[in-house]
């Protein structure tokens, strides 16, 4: 069924655990995620950015994900990832997206919030969730841009949330978007001292590449909704690539069957290591 995240993120925070928001371009991984989902009785977010709407058009794919979540069996939102514009937004929110986030990190703290403000008014029209972000992550959602990593300043997070009723804040702890070069060392020190002065669920972006051992550090430390978009579009690449190699694919609908299961599989994957599985 489709939900708000704002309730996905509140029974994560009571049960301690991170919410999976799986980016996807197409059906197959529409399908993928929501197989997983069901079979792991796991609450999911199904999320696009808006650098990807040039490969998936959002008035094409936006229909297909929420009735996607409304037909599922399982709690499922549906959300706006790294909004830029407010026209896209709404374009998000008329279609039914449950959720957007309005990503102002590269823009100075006062504006970041009065921008995030105005998309907060126009999301309360459709009763529709906040994502903000401060901090730099790095890299780029779709790699066209190497961003540096700028951490989260923790005066700044509460102060965001002081000024701006988010419902989820995005933090620069050391994360990036795309395949790490080297294995992270992530900000903990940082990321304890923004949950302790805030009330906000947190939000880690850049996924791809982090230690399940860190994944669960994060659960456990105030992320409640985890991006992850690389591993999928990886994931979706080699499992076509090793059918393939095998031999399995004999036509398209064989080849239909391997995106889906290489969508699933990932999904799955990161479900378990999130704990998510079970909290339906
Ligand atoms: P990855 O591509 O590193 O998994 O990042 C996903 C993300 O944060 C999308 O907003």
Redesign the pocket.
């Known amino acids: 069924m489709l939900v708000n995240m704002r309730d996905l993120l509140a029974d994560a925070e009571a049960g301690n655990y991170a919410v999976g ?1 799986f ?1 996807v371009a197409n059906m197959e991984m529409v399908l993928g995620v929501l197989k997983a989902a069901k079979e792991l009785q796991a609450p999911v977010i199904l ?1 696009i ?1 808006e650098v990807r709407l040039k490969q998936s058009p959002l008035e094409i794919i936006g229909p297909l994900m929420v009735a996607a979540a409304e037909s599922a069996d399982t709690p499922v939102a549906v959300h706006f ?2 909004g830029k514009t407010i026209e896209k937004i709404g374009q998000a929110l008329d279609i039914g997206f449950t959720s957007v ?1 309005y990503d102002g990190s590269h823009l100075p703290l006062e504006e970041n919030i009065s921008m995030t403000k105005q998309v907060i008014e126009l999301a309360k029209e459709y009763d529709a969730s906040v994502e903000a972000e401060i901090g730099c ?1 790095g ?1 780029s ?1 779709d790699g066209s841009e190497d961003i540096a990593i700028n951490c989260t300043k923790p005066e700044d997070a509460l102060r965001f949330e002081q000024e701006a009723d988010i419902d989820a804040l ?1 933090v620069a702890i050391g ?6 070069k080297q294995t992270p060392k992530l900000r903990f020190d940082i990321l304890e001292d923004v949950a302790r002065i805030t009330d906000t669920p947190l939000v ?7 230690s399940p051992e860190d994944f669960v550090r994060c659960s456990k430390t105030g992320i409640r909704k985890i ?7 990886d994931s979706v690449e080699n499992t076509v690539r090793s059918w393939y190699n095998k031999n399995e694919i004999k036509g398209y609908y064989d080849l239909q069957a391997a995106e889906v299961d290489g969508a699933y599989q990932n999904a799955k994957k990161h479900i378990l290591i999130f704990g998510t599985d079970g909290k339906c």
């Open positions: 928001s980016s999320q950015a990832d790294h986030m992550v890299g959602e995005a994360n990036a978007h795309g395949n790490y880690l972006h850049g996924g791809t590449g982090i991006n992850i978009a690389t591993a999928t579009f």
